[in-house]
């Protein structure tokens, strides 16, 4: 595959068996199964190509009969290369609010075209210390953050776009792993997953003005810039690591991306780019091999 990073960290693994994804380094050195899929449905490495569709979330305008049983069969076979399966899955419904579920049992293997229960709507983030759950999230250049506890082995993935961002979304997920697990930040790690970068990441003046009355504008002015253009940009990836060392997670214990979904939107789903026929899946596994 044809991925351009921003920089020469090796911040994720490429697999291009079966369906592709990537992999973080950090939560694949820690044993933590965990993928953010691409546009392929598969990928011929002799010929350097492709085949494009792959589909996991439902879009406006999907028939639901329709687009379901091919969405959970992508899901599905997803899962399963984690070792997985849609059966342990809990998924949310990601209206772009800063909520975060607790995922019970009986949360899991929830399916479509099946409506979510209630305390599953409006939500961008999960958080769950059962064995062998899978979380999964989506986004279209909103970068999804992984979070993985190895000593009270939980995990979370939240879906963390300019309103989760703004609203500290990794924030509120590790005060509930804090409370509900007895989780400690200082042991935590973090991936902040593929999104969109700030160079593609244009704002209105009014975003930072909300940035700057929610955060200060101190904090306002290390996430923003004023570009050539005039035009304000937004550092989504340098807010969310923020927001993860304010609540204790050690530096050296969080993973920025350096693959931007605008960037390579040949190869990833980006709504920036105009390329959104479908979103990024991210999942993790809460199961420890090491
Ligand atoms: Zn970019």
Not at 10 to 20: A, L, M, S
Request: aromatic share 8%; with cysteine.
């Amino acid at each position: 595959m044809r991925i351009s990073c921003s920089n020469d960290k090796k911040i994720f693994t490429e697999h291009k068996e079966g369906i592709p994804y990537l992999s973080s380094c950090m939560l694949d050195s820690l044993g933590v199964p965990n993928l953010f899929a691409t546009r392929f449905i598969s990928w011929d490495e002799k010929k350097g190509e492709g085949v494009e569709g792959l589909r996991t979330s439902l879009m406006e305008g999907d028939d639901i009969s329709e687009a379901a049983p091919v969405i959970q069969e992508y899901r599905d076979r997803l899962a399963r290369q984690l070792g997985s399966s849609i059966d342990f899955e809990c998924v949310t419904d990601q209206r772009h609010t800063s909520f975060v579920h607790v995922a019970s049992e009986s949360d899991l293997g929830i399916r479509w075209p099946r409506r979510l229960p209630l305390h599953r709507q409006y939500v961008d983030g999960v958080v769950t210390d059962l064995p062998d759950a899978l979380l999964t999230a989506y986004g279209g250049d909103c970068p999804p953050v992984y979070l993985a506890d190895p000593v009270r082995k939980a995990v979370g993935l939240v879906h963390a776009g300019r309103k989760g961002t703004l609203g500290k979304i990794p924030a509120v997920a590790i005060a509930r792993m804090i409370v509900n697990f007895g989780c400690d930040p200082a042991d935590m790690y973090a991936v902040i997953g593929p999104g969109v970068c700030m160079d593609c990441y244009e704002m209105g003046d009014e975003i930072y003005d909300e940035f700057a009355g929610e955060w200060g504008r101190k904090a306002a002015d290390r996430i923003f810039a004023r570009y050539p253009s005039g035009r304000y940009h937004l550092d989504l990836r340098e807010a969310n690591r923020m927001t993860l060392l304010e609540t204790g997670v050690p530096e050296d214990h969080i993973a920025v991306s350096n693959v931007c979904t605008a960037c390579n939107a040949d190869t990833l789903y980006s709504y920036r780019a105009g390329r959104l026929e479908n979103e990024g899946t991210a999942m993790i596994v809460n199961r420890w091999e090491k």
